[in-house]
């Protein structure tokens, strides 16, 4: 008689739903629990949304009805730092002896965003979202026996992130404080201001 399948916790780990775990079949698995193959996949692919998302907001503050130029150099930096963990991550979980499976990314709707707040609180969601899976992951990483992968992923994802939450919380701070609207679709002058302005934007 077959073992009972393992009873699944509820979570908001981000499923990967084309994953095929590599147990029983990579030579080169170094501890790597089933379970937590599974969800550094899910993640990573969280990891691909968010650097897509950045990249579709930085193309709406380029466009020439928007025209702020240091706002889409700091999305777009964004996601192209985004990209980069999502591939390391990817790259990490070939080291392990997992599978790393590639996901549809679905094009971001933003062509509605040109206000500079409600872009950065799209950003701000996206970070809270991030930070709250890798926090889930590293704890599923303890529980499974594997210290490394919950080491790897707190000081190379989740640090870096809290960073961020910072940075884009100040700088929204500082839009208020200049009069930027909180409209999807308004763009006037505490918007040029922060553009011109704020130091972040260019760094």
Not at 8 to 14: D, F, G, I, Y
Not at 163 to 187: F, Q, Y
């Amino acid at each position: 008689m077959a073992e009972p399948a393992e009873k699944r916790l509820k979570s908001s780990l981000p499923v990967c739903t084309a994953h095929r775990s590599s147990v029983g079949t990579s030579g080169a698995r170094h501890n790597l629990q089933a379970a937590v193959e599974e969800a550094l996949c899910g993640v990573n692919g969280l990891l691909w949304d968010g650097a897509y998302r950045l990249q579709a907001l930085a193309r709406v503050f380029e466009r020439d009805d928007v025209a702020l130029q240091r706002v889409a150099l700091f999305f777009q930096q964004e996601g192209e730092k985004q990209e980069q963990e999502a591939q390391d991550m990817g790259g990490y979980l070939g080291q392990r002896g997992g599978h790393c499976c590639g996901k549809d990314v679905q094009k971001p709707v933003y062509e509605s965003v040109c206000g500079v707040l409600p872009a950065l609180d799209l950003f701000l969601l996206q970070l809270k979202e991030e930070i709250a899976a890798l926090v889930e992951l590293t704890q599923l990483a303890r529980s499974h026996g594997d210290p490394h992968n919950a080491s790897v992923v707190k000081g190379n994802y989740l640090s870096p992130r809290f960073d961020r939450l910072k940075l884009v919380g100040d700088v929204i701070t500082n839009g208020r404080r200049l009069g930027c609207s909180d409209e999807l679709t308004t763009t006037g002058l505490g918007e040029f201001i922060l553009n011109e302005l704020q130091e972040e934007l260019s760094r």
